[in-house]
C-alpha cells in the first residue's frame, strides 16, 4: 500500500486511473502531486494530465502490459532475500562478465540466466554485467531504448525475476553490475514529455532528445535519474551500475551530473557498509571522469576504454574501416597499454581533431579492458565476433593480452568460447512505423559502407533475435573448447597472482618491435610475451629480467638467455627473477 | 609583404582576387591554402571559394571597408611602440574600468578616448577594459556581434588606432584589457560557413549558431579562436583579455577550450616575460573556471561573479523583476562577499534548478565585483544606470561596498559621477530585413514585460547611439561632482591599503541585520559601516574590535564603545585596533 505521487510542474490537473475510477490528484510544492488514498501494490494503475489519455507513471516499478499500459507498485518488503552477508569484492580484482538477458539462454529471461550461473563461477568470474534490463518496447532488444527506467522488463521476468537473480549470484559469490541509460530514452512508450521538461532541445543527442541536466527544471531531472540509481542498488541489491554513453550528456552545471550521482552512490555505500561502484562508458578519453570529486573529478570509479579495444582488435584483425583507422600499430597497443589512451591529446585522423589528454596517477583499474562489448559485436554489419575474424591462435593472445592488461578484464558472453553465434542488433518495436524506420535506418547504415541490403539482417526480424541466442552445446567441441580452457587458465592465473591485480601504471612495461610484430609486457614478476608473426621468432626479455619458468602458453617456447623463442602466433606467460647482471651490485 | 592562406577544408578550389586579378591558391596539409606569391600590406584582397563570390578573410587583419569588403593585411613591424618597460600590475590590485570606444568620447574612436586617459589616471584607474573592439556590421554597436576577428573596427580607427590607444595607456600606467567574443559570430557579414566547419548544430547558442570546439575539424576552429587571442596579446600589446559568456561555450573536449586558452597566454607571457591575465565572463557559477589547470580546472585569471552585483543592485533598488528575484536581502549580500556565490549549489527560483557550487581556496581577486557593467545597464529597456535608479545616498554606499569587497572592482564609465546619459542597446547592421529584425526582436522582449514599445529606444536608431555618448561636462555639476570624489576617495584608500588588496577570503567577515538594513564589513584592520536604513542606528561593531577614527564618510558619524552610531544611509570606512578586553590575556 503506497501513496501515488508524481513530477508534473506544467499540469492544470493530474488524476490516477484504477480500475474504472479516476481519482484526482492533489497540487504539492515544486511541481508534485499526490494522491491521499493509499493504493494496493498490485493495483494498476495510470496518470492522466490535464484530462488526456491515461499514461504510465514516469517512476513505474512495474510495467506489467509493456511500455504502453499502466502500471503497478512493487512492495519491496515481500521479496525474501538470503544475501545478508554479502560483500562485493573491490573493481580491482574483478573479472567482469558482461551479458544480454535476452540471448545468453534459451529462455531469454533472468531464470535462464540463473541456469548459467555455476558455469560462470567456474569460469573464474567475479562480476556479472547485465545490458540494460528496464522496461523497453516490445519482446526483444538490447535495452537502450528503455523507457521504463524504473521497472525492470516484464518479459525478462519482471521485479522479482531480476531480484532472484541477484540473490543467487551474491549466493554463488558473484557480484552484479547493471547498465543504464540516462543520455536518452527510447522512441517507443515515452510519455515523460506529457509529464515534465525532461529533454531540451539546446543540445542534440545521437539516438533522442538531448536530456534536460541543466535548464529549467532539471534539478528534479536529474533527481529522477539519481534516485534510478540508487532503487537498483538498494531495491534490487544490484552492486554496481554502468553508466551508457556518458559522452553524450552534455551538462554545464557547476556540478556535472555524473558528480551528483558518484556522490549520491558514495552517500548510500556509507549509509549501507556495502561496496557499490559506477563505471562510466566514455568515449571522452577525458581522466577527469575517473578522477575523485576532491581533486576536481567527476568520481566515477572506473570506465570503459576504447581506445585499447581497438588497439588490440585492430591489430589483430587489420581491419581499417571507422574508428579502427586511427589504430593499427603495436605502438598503439603499447601505448594503450602503459597509458590508457593511445588518443591522449594527439590529432585523430577519424575525428578530424585533437581528442583526448593524458591520464596522470591514475591505476589502470579505473578503466576497464575487453577485447569485444555488446556494442563492438553487434553494431558490425552482420553482428559477427573477433572470433569470425581472426584465427583462433591469435585470439588466444588476444584474451592473454586482456587478462595481462593492468585493466579490469571484462568478457561479452560466449567470447570465452569463440561462440559461432553472431550478436546481431535486433529489435522488437511494437510501433509498425518505428520498427520500419529502424529497419530502414539500419540498412541504410551499412549500404553507405557498400553493403549489400539484402546480407544485413533485418533488426525487426524474429530470426535475428533467435539466432544470437548462445549455443551453450558449441562449447563441447574444437576449437571452442580449447579456446575456453585458455580463458580458464588465464583467469586463474590472473586471480591468482597479485602483479597482474597491481593496477599501478608505474609497474608495467612493455616493449615491442613493429616490424617484427612481437609484444612483451612486463608486470612485476610476470611476463608476457606475444609473437604475432606468422614465423618463429626469438623475442628480447626486457634487460635485467631472466625468465625461469613458462606458467601458461599457447604453443612450446624455449627460454633461452635474455631472450625467449616463439612459433609463429603464439603467447606465453613467464615467471622471471632479476638476471644475475643486476643482482652484482 | 605577407603570403597569404587560408584553411578551406571542403573547398574544391580557393583563390585570391588582388585589384582585378584572380590567384588560384595551392592545397597544402590539412585543410590550408597557399599563395605563393607574396601581397603588398596595403593591398586589398579577398578569397573566392569554389568560383563562388568574394569574400573577406576569415582572418583579416583589417577590413577597411567594413564586414563585407575585401581584406587588408597589417605589418605590425611598421608602428613604433614606445611601451618598451611596461609591465603591467597583478590583476589583485586593479582598479578596472570597463569602457565603450563608440561612447566614451565624443569622437567614438580610439583616439577619442586617449583624450581621457589623464581623467582616468586621476581617478585612480590601473586597468582599461575595452568593450569589442573587432569588426562588426555598420558604424555603431556594442561590438558583441563582431565578424571580423582579427581586424580592429575601422570606424574606431582601425589597427593603427588601436596601438596608439594602447601604447599611450602604457604610458601613462594603465593596462588594457580587450573583452573577446569566441561563443558566436554576429548575423552580419558572417562568412565562415564558406570556409569550414566554424560552427555546429550539436549545440545551440542564445544568439547565433554554436561554435564547433568539440566536433569534426575543431582543431583548427579552436586555433583560429586561441591565435586570435594571442594575436591581441603580442600584435597590440593587450595586456589581458575578457572572454565574453563562457557558458555559452559548449565544449565537450578532454582539454576544455578554455584551458587550452589558459595554457597558450601562459607560454606567451612565459615567453615574453609580460604579465599577461585572461579573465572570464561566466554564469555557471562554477569555481572550475578560475581554478588552476594541475588543480583541474580551466585556468581564467578571473572571472565576472554577477552574484555580488546582484545582491547589491537587488539589495539598493528593490527591484525583484527576472534574476533580481533570486536576490534582495542584506544577507545575500553577506553571502556573497564572504563565499562570492550566492547561488552555490543552493535551488534558484528564478532558474528552476539548483545553481552553482562553494568556492573553496581560491582568493576574492579571481572574481570582479561591480555594481553595474553594460550587461546590466545596456539590457534594460532604456538602458537606465543604477545612478537614475536610486538616490545618491545609496549610491556612495554601493561604491563603497564595491571597493571595500574582496574582488577586484570594475566600473563601467560614467557610473564614477551617475552620468545622466543612459547606455542604450544600439546597432547600426547594414541589411534592412536584420535591422528591423532586431528592432522588432528589442520591442518585443520588453512589450512581453509590460513595456509600451514606444517607450523602448529603436536599437537601430542614430540617436539611441548619440544619446548613449557619456556628457562629461556634467560630471562638474552636482550631484555629478561629489560623487565622482566620493569615487576618487574610495580608490585612492583601496590602492593605499593592503588589508583592502588581500583576496583573502577567510580575512573577510561581515555582519549584518535583514531587520534594521545594516551592514559590517571588517578587512583586517578597515571597517564599513553602512546603514541601509531611512532612520539613524547605532550599528554594533563585531567584538574584540574597536573603532578608533573613521577614514572615510558619507555623513557624520559618530564612535561609541563596541558601536557606531550613523545617520540614515551612510557608509563609513574606520580604522580599527583590537580592543582592549582582547588584549588581556
Redesign the interface.
Known sequence: MNHLEVWAPYADTVAARIKDRTHPLKASTGGWWHLSEPVAANEDYAFIINDGKPLPDPRSAQLPYGVHGPSRQVDHSAFTWHDGGWRAPPLSSAIIYELHVGTFSKEGTFDGVIRHLDYLCDLGITHVELMPVNTFSGNRGWGYDGVGLYAPQETYGGPDGLKRLVDTCHGKGLSVILDVVYNHLGPEGNYLNHFGPYFT????SPWGEAVNL??????EVRRFFVENALMWLRDYHIDGLRIDAV?TL?D????HFLEELAEAVKRLEAETGRHLVVIAESD?????VV?PVA???YGMDAQWSDDFHHALHALLTGEKAGYYSDFGKIEDLARALTRVFVYD?R?SSY???????PVEGLPGTCFLGYIQTHDQVGNRAKGDRISQLVQPEKLKIGAAIVLFSPFVPMLFQGEEWGAATPFCYFSGHEDKDLGEAVRKGRLGEFAGFGWDPAEIPDPQALETYTQSILDWDERENEPHRSLLDWYRRLIALRKKSIDLKDGRMNRITVTHDENNQWLVISRGTLLLACNLNDKKQMIPIPAKKQATSVLLSTNNVEIVKDAVILPPFTAAIMLMRQSEESNDH
Open positions: 532541445d539546446h543540445y542534440s541543466d535548464g529549467s527544471g532539471s534539478f559522452h552534455v554545464m552545471s557547476a556540478i571522452l578519453n577525458n581522466p577527469r578522477t581533486a576536481g573529478g591529446g590529432y575525428r578530424h581533431r585533437n581528442h583526448g589528454r
